[in-house]
């Protein structure tokens, strides 16, 4: 159930140069499912802004987002004592665990990376520890490398102009010698979700991005074409199964 | 205590307040949020005779105060909407439903108008001459009062329950084609839809909506569809629903001295899912404030005090 809520800012610092991670504490009941997201109120922007959940738990949220306009511009400037969000929580239907097989497969590519990371600890929990392959543009852009490798998951990253790990895309590092999966979930921007989708013969779920008006289901913004008929990213998705999408 | 009630064509409404269409779908989002049958009412999302996908993303942009959209009539067909959201709506909301009806010929306007006025649920049927995000067949209804005045003398052939068009703002004299929706026998006007607006994203060259323009709502219309509903009520002697920018129970109370009888909130409810319920809540002690008893009296109570 989707909960509205005033939401004390623990820490907001950044990542990288564009990159920030917030910690927000509250209310955290209506957060089921890794790949949810919040939509987030904010002075001076007319419609909230919907950022994925990277991670929570009884007592908190982890926000990790990237400032690409004014919106996130201010989020990144908030905090001190008493600064709070007011967010709808509990938004989007999440990536599914009890789908995994064997062996999954994390592709993350740059702020897509960050709701991988509450899914892996679950799915880790849940006895199905994850191979986690990360994509950035640059060596200064990659983040969370090693809290994916603190959670025990083996971890690569690729970099685009290979200035770190191994040069090229995320899809490259499913070809790494000894590499074995039987299911994905990624996230990522559209060009790397189709690539991971061609890549990947084995089923999966991607989580998509789309403007967004409500974030809950009302306006039909953010709508697309499935096999099954229109979905709402918000509301339906924004995570959808591999067999489904049509691109 | 404070009466709250209004009446539109004889439907009683236990408070002014109307989600407004295309911002509340079947009310379905909303149920989980609060109790609906607080609600004066709600318009349901335009339905049309065909499942509409609508049109490409991105479909919503942002500006000052306001946002624009190009959904383009998305909704499941009137069967859809007859079979599955109606008796589904029975389960969460108790109240006469006004049905929001779009189309893209007299035909098929007369066609929904008579389907959905059959169903009990229907308090009323507002008519939407006026969306700005659709241009199959070319012809904007609501941008003439002949185009306007066809569409009403067809659906009144057809109905029994009331009917009030939805006039768009982006015309010349939106009192003309209000009149000529009064002559061909409409029930009472809502007011006003969207205005036509876009965006452009610099760093891409290109406009933000896919759709290149889109309706612009929310609280930067407002003083535009006050004065419209103004204008219009003092043009017309029927009822006159008002909208645009409304997001607090002092610019419901606005838009009833401007002239209105009941009053719909659109954006406000994607941004606060609490919007309605607030307003509903907060009417009270705005009338006791004004030191008016009945909101029924706020209707055209600023034009009373000028003349």
């Not at chain 1, 939509?39 to 950022?51: A, E, F, K, T």
């Not at chain 2, 919503?60 to 306001?66: F, L, P, T, V």
């Not at chain 2, 007299?106 to 008519?127: A, P």
């Not at chain 2, 609501?142 to 329950?161: F, H, I, L, N």
């Amino acid at each position: 159930m989707q909960k509205q809520g005033l939401y004390t800012i623990q820490e907001n610092a950044p990542l990288t140069r564009d990159v920030y991670r917030m910690v927000l504490a509250g209310d955290t009941s209506a957060v089921t499912a890794p790949g949810q997201f919040v939509n987030v109120r904010l002075d001076g922007c007319y419609l909230r802004r919907p950022i994925s959940i990277a991670d929570w738990d009884d007592a908190t949220i982890t926000l990790i987002y990237k400032v690409v306009g004014e919106g996130t511009r201010r989020m990144a400037g908030m905090g001190g004592p008493g600064a709070a969000l007011d967010l709808l929580v509990g938004l989007g239907n999440g990536y599914d665990l009890a789908a995994c097989g064997a062996a999954p497969v994390l592709l993350g590519g740059g702020v897509g990376v960050p709701p991988l990371y509450g899914l892996a600890k679950r799915l880790w929990r849940q006895g199905r520890p994850p191979a986690v392959l990360l994509g950035f543009n640059t060596a200064a852009d990659v983040f969370y490398e090693q809290e994916f490798r603190d959670l025990g998951c083996p971890t690569m990253v690729a970099t685009a102009d290979g200035s770190y790990g191994q040069k090229g895309f995320v899809t490259d590092l499913l070809n790494t010698a000894g590499m074995r999966y039987d299911y994905f979930y990624t996230c990522g921007p559209e060009p790397m979700l189709r690539a991971v989708y061609s890549a990947c013969a084995c089923p999966g779920q991607l989580s998509f991005e789309e403007r967004m008006g409500c974030g809950f289901g009302a306006c039909m913004g953010c709508s697309c074409k499935t096999k099954y008929g229109s979905k709402r990213i918000c509301k339906d998705g924004p995570v959808l199964a591999k067999e489904e999408v049509v691109w | 205590m404070v009466d709250l009630r209004v009446t539109l064509s004889g439907l009683v409404l236990d408070n002014p307040v109307i989600p407004a269409s295309g911002t509340f779908g079947y009310g379905n989002e909303f149920k989980d949020f609060y109790d609906l049958d607080i609600l004066g009412s709600f318009s349901f999302k335009g339905t049309t005779k065909e499942p509409r996908f609508g049109n490409a993303t991105p479909r919503i942009a942002e500006c000052d105060a306001g946002m624009l959209n190009a959904v383009g009539l998305q909704n499941p067909g009137i069967d859809a909407v007859i079979r599955e959201e109606l008796p589904r709506m029975k389960r969460y909301f108790h109240k006469p439903v006004i049905a929001n009806i779009g189309g893209f010929s007299v035909e098929e306007f007369q066609y929904c108008c008579e389907r959905i006025g059959k169903e009990e649920q229907v308090g009323l049927i507002e008519v939407n001459v006026s969306c700005p995000n659709v241009h199959e067949g070319g012809i904007n209804f609501g941008s003439t009062p002949e185009g306007a005045a066809a569409v009403t003398r067809a659906v009144k052939q057809v109905t029994d329950k009331p009917v009030y068009i939805k006039l768009s703002p982006n015309v010349t004299d939106i009192t003309a084609v209000a009149r000529a929706c009064e002559e061909a026998g409409a029930d009472g006007l809502s007011l006003i839809n969207t205005l036509l607006g876009m965006r452009i994203d610099l760093a891409h060259r290109r406009p933000v909506l896919a759709n290149t323009m889109g309706g612009l709502s929310g609280p930067a219309i407002f003083p535009v569809a006050l004065r419209m509903v103004w204008q219009v009520a003092h043009a017309v002697d029927i009822p006159v629903i008002g909208m645009g920018g409304v997001d607090s129970a002092e610019k419901v109370a606005e838009m009833m001295m401007a002239g209105a009888s009941a009053v719909q909130v659109g954006a406000a409810n994607l941004v606060d899912p609490f919007a309605c319920k607030k307003i509903v809540e907060a009417l009270p002690g705005v009338l006791a404030r004004l030191g008016v008893e009945r909101a029924a009296e706020l209707t055209g109570m600023a034009a009373a005090k000028t003349e």
